[in-house]
């Protein structure tokens, strides 16, 4: 456990930026999701989250907000409560400390310290020396946790990575008669996992056997309009051998399907895949012999496991093969009943 | 959800006679478990639990104790809450229907009727011809479930079958480099299981490969002192294969193992452990192959499934081989960590 920073009143404040924030949660990439909420006397001022990179910043749309709601003479002497330490920056929008000296911002609150060593601090820095009062590290925990997809790719230069696996009791990704494994809530689930996302990928065999979408169609929340269809990543021995017809290739999402041929090193494709396409959550729903290369690279992060209640027999192995040159531990995070499945979800590592 | 039976005075005093039959779970069979409590007035008089065959009931342990508590002249018009309908045969005891009507009791409360064709609603017709007050039903979703393993060997005449899997995450039963798969918190639920069951069975394989002694050395709640070490069962193709100097064939419960050779028919041997040996809980604790058969056979009736946390790869299936010919539906009853681990129980049904 964290140590608490601040008081019960900061605490409740940045839960509710929190919240906010996570309306953001699979639109902002390749930004972070971040909620701010600008506070007087007890009383709010005015909100907002950004959503999307390229439109404003939470800080700057929560003052936006205080504006349009007529409180912004208030302004001066408030307090802002933001999920991520501001930005100092010019970027694609102007920093967000300076609209904060501009209206006369007199203490500002946030979670999560920026986690590029170059940003790091800096803006507690310009603030202080501008008499603006700096609380860091309130609710730490639960804003990291928010912006721990973003801040590994920031970090590694690398998406993060979620295999999304849905097997029987005894540990098979396909039944006899081909019937499926999720039960309705299950896929839901599955859905909203793609809604959280930038990208899913699936090998070349699940396209021809399976001939996916890979579309969010029907997630647990409803799909914010702004938020793109993912985009469709197909990894692939000889692209020759995909059909043409597939509906990756043929949708009206086709110019979201990326193929990459014969992939020696999966380390750099995902490098790519953030440098160029801005990916900072990549989804896995390939199948046995595709995960088992990433996770012998190490290169799957976290693990959402949806057990299906039924012992079958037979059927491909989750991780075909012989024992893996290094186990991994998964580390729980949850346990969540939908419907008839289990859903587990947590992070791995290399056990040592 | 079962229709409410009784007033909430009724389902105080029955769940308080419940937790008095848990007591005796692991140690009646091939009696039930069963818990008894006498009311007046509401005040309790007296209560009790079967702890043993050839024991006194329950019911007779109740009034036992009311009169130690020199409540006797109170019994007069009191009521009785018993689990189980009471029983109205002459068994190695008498039956305690006639205790009931002797002490002058007035109201019979019981959850479930006993599920014996023979004796089903004898006691309720008894009693209420002595001009005593019966209500039958009280929480009897929790007292059919705790007489669930007795219930089903009485009606097939065969045990209770409790499968007992430890697996990875990805469905294997082993690990490299033979590590163990359970955490400490996995292994005392594993013994605690044992304490609730008669019996444990293993195939010669396990016998030659891990020597175990398949006791009850550390299980949640503290072991009774009239339970005994549970039968050990070995089955094997060629008794002459088993190592003499085995465990289970030296040590001080030696004469709690039993031996099958190349069984063919596993009803048959299930029908023998509940007629002969009473009983009327069987753990299985074998590998995959032995598994299999049960499965096959649909002879498992439960399941505890043990989750460890790894990802590794290779080491032996659960479920060896093809497709089962008929799917298993494991209807989930619980989801428990223990530790690291996570415990999955419930029963087995043919999917259909």
Known sequence: MS?????????YWMEY???LARYGIGTTSPNPPVGAVIVKHGRMLGEGYHRKAGELHAERRAIANAIERQNEGELSGAT???TLEPCSSHGRTPPCVDAIIEHGIKRVVYGSKDP???HRGRADWILRNRGIEVLAGVEKEACDRLIRPWAHSVLTQRPWVVAKVASTLDGHMTRSGSRWLSCPEGLRYAHQLRLE????????????CDNPALTIRMPIHSIPEYKQQPW?????YDKQKLPADSTLFTDEYAARTLVYEDVEDLEYMLHELYCKYGIVQLMLECGGKLLRKFLEQG???????????????????MVPGDFLPQELLFQRESIEPAGMDIILRGVLMPLR
């Open 3 to 11: 140590e608490q920073v601040g008081d019960s009143q900061d605490a």
């Open 17 to 19: 930026a929190l919240d």
């Open 80 to 82: 802002i409560y933001v």
């Open 116 to 118: 590029d060593p170059r």
């Open 197 to 208: 996302s930038d990208a899913i990928l699936v090998g070349g065999g699940t396209v021809r």
């Open 232 to 236: 469709r990543i197909v990894l692939t």
């Open 299 to 317: 290169l799957v992060n976290e693990m959402v496991h949806s057990l299906c209640p039924i012992i079958g027999g037979g059927g491909d192995d």
